[in-house]
């Protein structure tokens, strides 16, 4: 049962060019979240899906920035036009139910790290 | 005010001592809580959940404390191996979601 996983482990990136991050759940989670780490700063929520669709997206910064969960296949954090300061490491967790289930667990993957040249 | 304040520390210790980190919440709402540990950048892992009744797990105990809203994590005789950053998380209701917020950490490094 393989955990969460997330490709590329690291992508370079020159300003304006556009970043996908990939996250695949750990098999049986349908429920995706994705949070980005500034170096030397904690984990930031980005946002939350559910299969083909978005059900918190608060965290994400309304332009450039898009996630999808499709049936089918990873979710994806797009990010158009990158500037330096899209450089981060950025996770993605799942967990199997996204009600208010207490103590339900989340499962990170080893997170992308984006540079921006 | 942040939803979830930690310590940053770092907190440097000896071996074998006791250390204890707390983390406030604001949100009087919030449900449910964790300690996740995150090793140098990499990928945080689930330490402990946190009950109300407080919980122990070998020589970590955590504990909450609702009237104050806060929660602690104590690490008893440190091993150099617990060197990390310490997360505290804080579940809550956003609609009919639930929202998980991670405090910023707090680091601990356990000195030779």
């Known amino acids: 049962n393989a955990g969460v996983m997330q490709n590329p482990r690291h992508l370079v990136r020159r300003r304006g060019q556009e970043a996908r991050l990939r996250c695949s759940p750990m098999?049986?989670?349908?429920?995706v979240y994705w949070y980005r780490q500034l170096p030397e700063e904690g984990l930031k929520f980005m946002v939350y899906?559910?299969?083909?669709?978005?059900?918190?997206e608060s965290g994400m910064p309304k332009e450039r920035f898009s996630a999808e969960f499709p049936k089918e296949g990873p979710s994806i954090l797009r990010i158009q036009q990158v500037v330096r300061g899209d450089s981060a490491a950025y996770f993605c967790?799942?967990?199997?139910?996204?009600?208010?289930?207490?103590?339900?667990?989340?499962?990170f993957g080893s997170g992308t790290q984006l540079s921006v040249l | 005010r942040k939803e979830v304040e930690q310590d940053p520390g770092p907190f440097n210790v000896p071996e074998g001592a006791t250390v204890a980190f707390n983390c406030t919440y604001s949100?009087?709402?919030?449900?449910?809580f964790f300690w996740y540990r995150q090793d140098c950048r990499k990928e945080p892992k689930l330490l402990m959940s946190?009950?109300?009744s407080g919980n122990e797990d070998g020589r970590f105990t955590a504990q909450l404390n609702r009237a104050s809203q806060y929660i602690s994590l104590l690490i008893r005789d440190s091993k150099l191996s617990d060197s990390a950053t310490y997360l505290c998380?804080?579940?809550?209701?956003?609609?009919?979601?639930?929202?998980?917020?991670f405090g910023s950490g707090t680091q601990l490094t356990v000195l030779p």
């Open positions: 967790a799942s967990s199997r139910t996204g009600g208010f289930v207490t103590n339900e667990k989340l499962f």
């Open positions: 949100n009087s709402a919030s449900q449910s």
């Open positions: 098999k049986g989670h349908s429920h």
């Open positions: 899906l559910q299969k083909e669709n978005i059900i918190d």
């Open positions: 946190v009950y109300s």
């Open positions: 998380v804080v579940i809550s209701r956003s609609g009919s979601a639930r929202q998980l917020t």
